[in-house]
C-alpha cells in the first residue's frame, strides 16, 4: 500500500487528510483519488506538486514502490468565489499599494491576480463554471510590477462552450503580458505569446458529434483505440458491421481511420473495404479557446483527448 498525504484545497475537497492506495502507476493512482473523491478535488489535483518519499516524482507513468509515501500539494489559490469587479478593483490597487511600500504581500497579490484572470477567462471563453488558475512565477510580486509572467495554468471541468461539451478544459498560458491599467482593474486586453492545451470529451460526447456524421453508429473509446459499431445496409441486407481503428487530426477535425473491419450476418469478407470506407469518419471541431489549432489525439478507456497549441493571442478583460 501507499500512504497518501493531502493539503490545503486537496485536503478540503477530500474531507480528509491523509488515505492509502494500492501501489502502482502514479497516474493510476491519481486517477483513482479522483475518482473518490470527485470532479472539484480531480482538478485541483491536476495542477498539484507531487513528492514521492519527499522528492519530487515527475514520471507519472513510473510505478510507486509499496511502502512509499505521498504528498499531495495544491496551488495556493483556486477559481472559487464570486468577487464583484468593483470589490476586484479596489483589491488589485491594494495590491500595487502594498508593492510601492515593499510590503511583503506576496501571497495575497498573487491571489487577487488570479481571481481577475478567472474573471476574465470565464467570459472571455463562456465558460460555465469558473476555472482553477494557478500563476507560476514565483515570488509574485516582481512579476506583477513589470505585468510579465512566464507562465499562467488554467483548468475547468464540466466545460460548456462553442457547441462541445467537455468534460475538462486544461490551458498552459506562456510569455504573459499585462499592461498597467488592466493590473489596476481598467478594461482592456491581455497578451499571451503562446499557448498550448488539451480538452477532453468524454465517450458519450464524441457519440453525441458523431451521430451527425455517421448515423447508426456506436463508439467505444479505450487506451489502445476506438471500436466503431456500425447498423447498416449491404445489398439490400441489414448488416452489423465492427472496426477498430484510430484518431487522428484532419485539419480542424478529429478523424476515424478503420484498421480492421469484422462483417456480421455471414457476409462475404470481400465486402470488407467496401464497408471500411463508410466507417470512416470526420468530425469537425469548433474553435477552441486561446485559439488552440489541433494537434493530436489520444484516447483512454471512455475519454478523447484533443491536445493543441496556438501562437499569439488576445484576451479581453
Do not use: C
Request: aromatic content about 4%; hydrophobic content about 45%; proline content about 5%.
Amino acid at each position: 500500500m501507499v500512504r497518501i498525504r493531502l493539503f490545503a484545497a486537496l485536503r478540503e475537497a477530500a474531507g480528509v487528510s491523509e488515505v492509502e492506495a494500492p501501489a502502482g502507476p502514479l497516474d493510476g493512482i491519481l486517477a483513482g483519488l479522483g475518482d473518490r473523491f470527485g470532479d472539484r478535488f480531480a482538478t485541483v489535483l491536476g495542477y498539484s506538486s507531487v513528492l514521492v518519499d519527499g522528492e519530487r516524482w515527475h514520471d507519472r507513468a513510473a510505478a510507486v514502490p509499496d511502502g512509499a509515501e505521498l504528498a499531495l500539494l495544491p496551488p495556493f489559490s483556486g477559481g472559487s468565489g464570486e468577487t464583484g469587479g468593483r470589490g476586484m478593483r479596489k483589491l488589485l490597487i491594494g495590491a500595487v499599494v502594498l508593492l510601492i511600500l515593499g510590503v511583503a504581500a506576496d501571497f495575497v497579490a498573487a491571489r487577487v491576480f488570479e481571481e481577475r484572470v478567472t474573471d476574465a477567462l470565464q467570459r472571455e471563453y463562456d465558460l460555465g463554471r469558473r476555472p482553477v488558475v494557478q500563476v507560476r512565477d514565483f515570488p509574485f510580486l516582481p512579476h506583477l510590477a513589470t505585468g510579465r509572467f512566464s507562465a499562467i495554468d488554467v483548468a475547468a471541468t464540466d466545460v460548456r462552450a462553442r457547441g462541445v461539451n467537455a468534460a475538462r478544459l486544461v490551458l498552459h498560458l506562456r510569455d504573459v503580458r499585462v499592461p498597467r491599467d488592466v493590473l489596476l482593474g481598467e478594461p482592456g486586453g491581455v497578451d499571451v505569446g503562446r499557448a498550448d492545451g488539451q480538452v477532453e470529451l468524454t465517450e458519450a460526447e464524441v457519440n453525441r458529434l458523431v451521430a451527425g456524421r455517421l448515423p447508426g453508429a456506436s463508439l467505444t473509446v479505450s487506451r489502445d483505440g476506438v471500436r466503431v459499431r456500425l447498423q447498416t445496409e449491404l445489398l439490400g441486407q441489414p448488416l452489423e458491421a465492427v472496426a477498430t481503428g484510430s484518431l487522428g487530426v484532419r485539419g480542424d477535425a478529429i478523424a476515424f481511420t478503420p484498421e480492421s473491419v469484422r462483417l456480421g450476418n455471414g457476409i462475404d469478407t470481400a465486402f470488407e473495404s467496401q464497408v471500411a470506407s463508410r466507417l470512416a469518419f470526420e468530425v469537425p471541431l469548433p474553435d477552441l479557446p486561446a485559439g488552440l489549432r489541433l494537434e493530436r489525439v489520444d484516447t483512454r478507456p471512455g475519454t478523447v483527448v484533443v491536445s493543441g497549441r496556438a501562437a499569439a493571442v488576445r484576451v479581453a478583460t
